[in-house]
Every structure is written in C-alpha cells, then in structure tokens.
C-alpha cells in the first residue's frame, strides 16, 4: 500500500508538473441597466464592452472576466449592485454605471470600498467630483452644454430658446443648467423654463407655455421615451421650432417612437462613426458592423474605451491594487480610444463633442467640436 501511495502521488506530482495552473480570473463588475427604461443603452454599452473583451481577453497574464449585474435603470438598484459586486464577488474594479444618477448612487460605494469605478457615460460634474476612486471616459456636462449653446446660437441662429428639465435626472437637470449659463453668457435669451417627470406622458402644459413665448429653438436633454413623446406632441401642437438635445438622445428608440416628429432634431453627443478620428475607432467600427450587423453608438463606443483605459491603467501600474491603480488613471494622457484621444483631468475626460441630427429616419453626422 505505501508502494502504491508513494506511485500516486508521483503521478499527481508528474501531472501538476506538466499542466501549470491556469491563472486566476481578474474579475471586473459591470452594474449596467439591463431592464427598464434605460435598458436600450445598457444592452448596447455590453455589446462593446464583449467586443472590447474579445479585442483584449487578458491583462497582467489574467483572463479578463466580468461579472453583470442589472441595476434595472434604479438608483437604488445601482448602490445595491456596486456594493454585490464588491463584497460578493470581489471585483478589482467596476465599469459603470452608464446614467449620471445611477452613477451617483454607486459611487459612494466604491469610495468607501475603495474599489475604482469608471463610467463610460456619465456626464453629470458631481459624478467625480471630490471622489478620489471615481473616474469617467466621457466629457462632463459644462462642456457639453457649452457646445449646445454656440451651436444654437452660431449655427442655428437662435436668439430665444426654451428649456425643458426632467427633474428627476441628475443628468437632465445639469446639462439644463450648464446649457442655459452658456446661451446667456454668449447673448442669447432664455424665454421660459419649464420642468417634467420621468415617465410622464402629457406635456401639453409645458408645450403650451412654450408656444405662448414662441422661442427660436426649444432645448431638451432628455432620455429618448421622454424626448419622443414631447416632440411629437410639440409637432401635434403646431411647435415647428428645431429641438436640441443632449448625448442620451442617441438611441434608435427615439427614431422608433418619435417618427417623423423627429425630424430635424439636432443633439451633441460622443460618438459617430462617421466623425471617427482614431485608428482605434475605425478598427471598432469595423469589428461592431461585422459582429451586430447595425452602426455603433455612443454607449458601445464608450463602454469599449472605458474597458480598454482601464486596462491601460492596469499595465502601466503592473498592478490591480486600488492606490496604484487610481495612480495610473489619474496618469492617463494622450489615450487613443474609440471616441477620440482622451486625456483625464481631475478623473474626467477631456476630448472633443460630435453633434448630430436626424435626417430621413437617420442619425447623420453634422461636426466634430474640440474641447480647445
């Protein structure tokens, strides 16, 4: 019996010898909103994020492993999600949340976990700000605003505008704000102002306000539901002044449930492949075209850089643990991602805007702008 013993455990010995143990998993979370109403934009930011997975499985010799977690498009979902993926599975970092609310109520978490977060498409300033472990790949809303205002104003040739807020997103509230401060600043009017709910679906009130005043333009940035629904309301009213919009207008549901009420409605956003300025952009446009058989978006193309720069952060620090790895993110420069060269100042994202319009049931291409 010992002979036989002493001839097993040889050959266990001789077997572990001859098949090295694989390396552990490197598990990254993704709390994305994969129902509820801002499920179009989590499927589509998961569909780059697999293909930014399949471009790059591995780093620091791991396969790369991500665990989902849907945070059903809730604030709340989302704080319970970051907090699952940290004390459950022991993620070394998160990609997301995608929205600027959700992005809120995860955040803290990480903070306190002092696990790194990096949102694809969080645009609101206070998703980072003071936040030590919290980054984004995306510009912030001032900026965006910013472009908005000068578009209205230089290329639309508005003078008025009105302005509608969803007040229950951070993002529609901020975005507003910074759009209005920049339309004043550089001469034109703010007429009237009017507020709205999530999931609301009268906005004849509003609308009629609105048409009383009779501005050059009506500005809203809002998620697509909403900002479907009031323009083809706006349309049925007789309203026939240009919408403008933020980056959550880019979703196919707005073409889908505005129809032709659509039409003509301009909005700045990340991302088109037709305003690609990277070879890296170009290679995911070619990849995301073959692998789903439709354009890219913003949440695709975002997801995809916030993967890779998170990556890049990896290699540069030899490392996944938090300090150093907040270190090499704060480090970033000169990144050549899918949605143009990013630089990160103060854990934001600073690279250039793209506006587009819809033309014929389309999202067209209008312009680049630079954040100089």
């Known amino acids: 019996m010992k002979r036989l013993a002493f001839v097993s455990g040889l050959l266990l010995l001789t077997l572990a010898m001859a098949c090295p143990a694989v390396a552990e998993p490197l598990k990254l979370g993704v709390p994305f909103p994969m129902t509820g109403p801002n499920a179009p934009y989590g499927q589509n930011a998961l569909r780059g994020l697999k293909l930014a997975m399949a471009a790059r499985p591995q780093v620091l010799g791991r396969p790369v ?75 912030i809303d001032p900026f965006q605003g910013s472009v908005g205002a000068s578009f209205a104003l230089k290329n639309l040739k508005a003078k008025t505008a009105a302005i509608m807020v969803d007040v229950a997103q951070d993002y529609c509230v901020g975005i507003a704000g910074f759009f209005e401060r920049a339309f004043k600043k550089q001469g034109g009017q703010v007429v009237i102002k009017t507020m709205y709910n999530t999931g609301d679906q009268d906005f004849s009130a509003q609308l009629l306000a609105i048409k009383a005043k009779n501005p050059d333009i009506i500005y809203v940035p809002a998620y697509f539901t909403e900002g479907a629904l009031i323009a083809r309301q706006a349309r049925e009213m007789g309203l026939k002044q240009i919408m403008l919009g933020g980056d959550a207008s880019q979703a196919a549901e707005l073409i889908k449930i505005g129809g032709p009420a659509v039409e003509g409605l301009a909005f700045t956003t990340h991302f088109d492949e037709k305003g690609v300025t990277t070879p890296a952009g170009k290679s995911f446009v070619k990849a995301y075209r073959a692998k789903y058989k439709e354009a890219p978006d913003s949440c695709s193309a975002l997801a995809y850089d916030a993967y890779n720069a998170l990556l890049d952060a990896m290699d540069r620090a030899k490392t996944t643990k ?49 954040p100089n």
Request: some cysteine; hydrophobic content about 45%.
């Open 65 to 139: 492993e991500i665990v989902v977690v849907d945070n059903k498009s809730d604030k709340v979902e989302a704080s319970n999600a970051a907090n699952r993926l940290i004390q459950y599975d022991k993620v070394a970092a998160i990609i997301g949340p995608l929205s600027s609310s959700n992005s809120l109520a995860a955040g803290p978490v990480c903070e306190t976990a002092k696990v790194p977060m990096v949102s694809p498409w969080a645009t609101n300033p206070l998703v980072t700000q003071g936040k030590k472990y919290v980054f984004r790949v995306c510009f």
């Open 322 to 370: 938090p300090q150093a790895l907040v270190k090499a993110l704060e480090q970033t420069k000169d990144f050549q991602g899918v949605t143009g060269v990013m630089t990160l100042v103060d854990h934001n994202a600073v690279k250039p805007a793209v506006i587009l319009h819809v033309k014929d049931g389309q999202f067209v291409y209008m312009a680049t702008v630079s």
